[in-house]
Every structure is written in C-alpha cells, then in structure tokens.
C-alpha cells in the first residue's frame, strides 16, 4: 500500500502533486503525515503528459532534474517525464489520487 511504498523514500523530501480535494486530500496528507512534506497543485495545463508540465515543475520549485524523481500511476505521464530527464518509476495505487516529486535531501 501507500504507507509501505513511501518507507522506502526516507531519503527525499516529498512534494505532493495533487488535484485531490476534501477526503481524498486529508487521505494523502495521512499518508504523508511522517515526512517533511509540501502539497502543490499545479493546473493541468499543460496537462502533466506533456512535458512543459514538469519543466514548469521543476522551475516552480527550483529543482534540478537530476534532484528528483517522480510517480505516478499514469504512464503517459511518466512518459513525459522521462522526456523531460526526470528519474520515474510507475506507482499503482486503487484510489489513484496521489502523484509524487521526490527531492533528494
């Protein structure tokens, strides 16, 4: 589950990418509740399976895109990702509400 797969993540800082609202958002900020953590909505637009989305990403936070890595349960957007240099990897989650960028502390 989402619990367990964020263990392994100890060593980034996470950013949360959401569009999640009212539950769904009080459900990641659970999940989430252990690790030095920020929730940012960025609009879909461009839509995250284009690539400016994660260029406008990674300048909005000032990152590096050798810093971090992103997940997702999409693989179109991990595709465009991958386009953009970022390290990926495909999380499959039922809810499907949480997409994550994770910062090397």
């Known amino acids: 589950d989402l619990a367990d797969y964020l263990k392994t993540l100890r060593n980034y800082r996470i950013i949360v990418i959401t569009n999640a609202s009212g539950e769904k958002l009080k459900r990641v900020k ?6 030095d953590f920020e929730i940012y909505t960025l609009e879909n637009n461009p839509p995250k ?3 400016e989305y994660f ?4 300048w909005h ?8 890595f992103y ?10 990702a991958k386009q953009s240099d970022i390290y990926w990897a ?10 994550l960028l994770c910062k090397t502390l």
Request: one cysteine or more.
């Open 55 to 58: 260029k406008k990403l990674l």
């Open 49 to 51: 399976q284009d690539p």
């Open 71 to 80: 997940i997702d349960h999409k693989q179109e957007n991990l595709d465009a």
């Open 30 to 35: 659970y999940h989430i509740s252990d690790y």
């Open 61 to 68: 936070y000032g990152l590096k895109w050798n810093q971090c």
């Open 90 to 99: 495909m999380y499959e989650s039922n809810d499907q509400i949480i997409s």
